[in-house]
């Protein structure tokens, strides 16, 4: 069983900074993470992944660049670090863990097990 509980979310300028986190409890380093975002009024869509070791990292086509997942297995913690903020990055945010192995692409919603409660980002223009 893992537990996931988002932080970092706020209100930023376009153009800004943020850095999102996802902290884990129970034996998170042997999950795969990601993070996906669902936008005012649409589906949820994925945003990045990153392996249980933190070595292979996927994103999202749109992103640009723009994002970085980054993982500390030694204090069970993901990140999303935000460049470059825009309007249309504005979302909640939500992190997901499934077992390693797993044999769906990370940008499947739905091969997640685990999820937290989310974290609000707005990019205003």
């Known amino acids: 069983q893992v537990q996931l509980l988002e932080s970092g979310g706020g209100l930023v300028q376009a153009g800004d900074f943020l850095s999102l986190s996802c902290a884990a409890s129970?034996?998170?380093?042997?999950?795969?993470m990601a993070w996906f975002r669902q936008p005012p009024g649409k589906e949820r869509e994925f945003v990045a992944g990153?392996?249980?070791?933190?070595?292979?990292?996927t994103y999202a086509d749109y992103l640009k660049g723009r994002f970085t997942i980054i993982r500390d297995n030694a204090k069970n913690t993901v990140y999303l670090q935000m460049n470059s903020l825009k309007a249309e990055d504005t979302a909640v945010y939500y992190c997901?863990?499934?077992?390693?192995?797993?044999?769906?692409?990370?940008?499947?919603?739905?091969?997640?097990?685990?999820w937290g409660r989310g974290t609000r980002v707005t990019v205003s223009s």
């Open positions: 997901a863990a499934r077992p390693l192995l797993t044999r769906s692409a990370r940008s499947d919603d739905k091969s997640y097990n685990y």
């Open positions: 129970g034996r998170s380093s042997t999950y795969d």
């Open positions: 990153i392996n249980w070791t933190g070595g292979i990292t």
